[in-house]
């Protein structure tokens, strides 16, 4: 949550191409509704691999791999989800074939295999086939296809009454119907639990017997649930910066989402107040953000990305910090607040925070995140900014204001996971996005097959974050040694912390 993604692949109807689109985690808008009874795979597809089309990163093969829709009806209407791969690079030293689970929601695997493969560790890439897959909905695997029209007359997620709450809804409901419409049959059948047994086909087509997984972040839902469904088709299973599926409700959900971002914020003050080379140390930092907050409110932030136009509180908050936060570039941030601080002040205008696309509407289907009325909207916004009061309308908010209205298909539940074998669980201490006392609730909801590994340090995304971190991983994939209950590892000096693109989502 957290945000935890920060781009999304969407097609947009009318621009003819898959885009980019610069968000988090805002979604489709709930009822909840029980889940089907899902099948297995029923017969094993074959993957015909060809290069992949992209000159530039060479040495990536891709395919195709045919899913039913809805795996309730195996026998009825078909998907393609794209799937790309890079062979292990030592094949006589290699183990098998690794599965990435892509987080976002809303990440391209195809693209993390392509273009960004130092994402894994050398003896990582060296002992495995990196496979991954575009989630259905997402990419290249039949994505989810909205009019650019109706997605610019978002109104902002920021909501001042109950009739900003009523045309919410309105809307949600009419940009739902339309990218059901554009989308196809597949828009209603994007939730994790549809994504478990496209990994199952995937796993049969790779000809592995058991699965080997990577999920990172959002991706972590997924690994999870595929061990609970398929506990004894699991060899190895990392989850690294992780969600909790567990949180009940609305409160809980955002009260636990603006704990770890404060934490966050707390810990970049901490490190200012110690580090000579911040660019904001000797000073209140707390004192020059409030001020900068203050001046977004009113219109008179000038966008750094964007000079002559200005930025909004919300803005400043979760496109300015949130995301240094997640690199642990405390230094990068303080080099930024600085330069804005001394900035020219525009003339006070009205403000707008900029409108989230709807990422895919997959988190909306995991998560039951109920909202009676603008009344208990404002409520659960007080409540974010008690628990944070230096980062206000943090993006699960605006999240939950994307979801009114949106049906769920696989809401919150706690693990039931039997028969598995050791499952690594590794997260930050200090993660902006996937707190810490989620990675520790979920290792125990793994039970005895829950080992949490602990990196002392900062940012979202962990298994590269130094030798330590990266040893302890290879050797639990590769030879299936699980690290002793209760390691930890030191943190590597703040930022932009040096992990292999992990900017995990």
């Given at each position: ?26 979604v489709i ?25 992209d ?25 393609d ?63 989810v ?9 978002r ?19 009419r ?87 404060e ?17 904001l ?29 200005s ?14 936060f ?10 930024v ?12 205008s ?12 997959v988190?909306?289907?995991d ?117 002793p ?21």
């Amino acid at each position: 949550m957290s945000s935890w993604g920060r781009s999304v692949l969407w097609s947009v109807a009318g621009r003819g191409r898959t885009v980019a689109v610069g968000a988090a985690m805002a979604v489709i808008t709930g009822l909840v509704t029980a889940p089907p009874a899902l099948a297995s795979p029923s017969a094993t597809e074959v993957l015909r691999w060809l290069p992949c089309d992209d000159p530039e990163q060479p040495g990536a093969e891709c395919a195709a791999l045919s899913v039913p829709v809805d795996w309730a009806r195996p026998d009825g209407p078909r998907l393609d989800l794209a799937v790309a791969r890079r062979k292990a690079t030592d094949p006589g030293a290699r183990v098998g074939s690794l599965v990435f689970g892509p987080g976002g929601p809303g990440d391209s695997g195809v693209e993390m295999v392509v273009g960004r493969i130092s994402r894994f560790s050398p003896e990582t890439r060296r002992r495995f086939d990196i496979v991954s897959f575009d989630p259905r909905g997402v990419g290249r695997s039949n994505p989810v296809t909205c009019s650019a029209g109706v997605l610019a007359e978002r109104p902002s997620p920021e909501l001042k009454s109950q009739a900003d709450f009523d045309a919410t809804v309105a809307y949600n409901g009419r940009l739902r119907a339309d990218c059901r419409a554009r989308t196809g049959p597949v828009f209603a059948h994007l939730d994790t639990a549809q994504t478990v047994r496209d990994v199952d086909a995937l796993r049969a087509a790779l000809g592995e017997r058991e699965l080997t997984f990577h999920g990172s972040s959002y991706g972590t839902l997924l690994g999870a649930q595929y061990a609970e469904t398929y506990p004894r088709r699991v060899r190895a299973m990392v989850l690294e910066s992780v969600m909790d599926h567990s949180v009940p409700t609305t409160r809980a959900f955002l009260r636990s989402e603006a704990a770890t971002a404060e934490d966050s914020f707390r810990e970049f003050v901490r490190w200012c107040d110690g580090a000579a080379d911040c660019a904001l140390h000797g000073r209140d930092v707390r004192a020059v953000w409030q001020g900068l907050l203050a001046r977004a409110a009113r219109g008179e932030l000038e966008n750094p990305a964007k000079p002559g136009t200005s930025l909004s509180s919300s803005d400043l908050v979760n496109r300015i910090a949130f995301r240094k936060f997640y690199e642990a570039d405390y230094a990068g941030l303080a080099t930024v607040i600085a330069g804005m601080e001394t900035s020219r002040p525009l003339p006070a205008s009205p403000t707008s925070t900029a409108p989230l696309p709807p990422a895919t509407p997959v988190f909306c289907s995991d998560w039951h995140l109920p909202v009676r009325d603008y009344r208990e909207y404002a409520s659960l916004v007080a409540t974010m900014n008690m628990t944070a009061p230096d980062l206000p309308y943090l993006l699960p908010i605006h999240m939950a204001a994307a979801c009114l209205g949106a049906p769920t298909a696989n809401p919150q539940h706690r693990l039931d996971v039997r028969g598995a074998p050791p499952i690594l669980v590794s997260n930050a201490l200090h993660d902006p996005a996937t707190g810490y006392p989620w990675a520790v609730s979920v290792a125990r909801q793994l039970g005895r097959g829950g080992v949490l590994l602990t990196y002392e340090g900062h940012g979202h995304g962990s298994v590269t974050s130094g030798p330590c971190m990266e040893d302890a991983v290879d050797s639990y994939l590769t030879d299936l040694a699980v690290p002793p209950r209760g390691t930890s590892c030191p943190a590597l000096s703040e930022g932009p912390r040096a992990y292999r693109g992990a900017a995990v989502r």
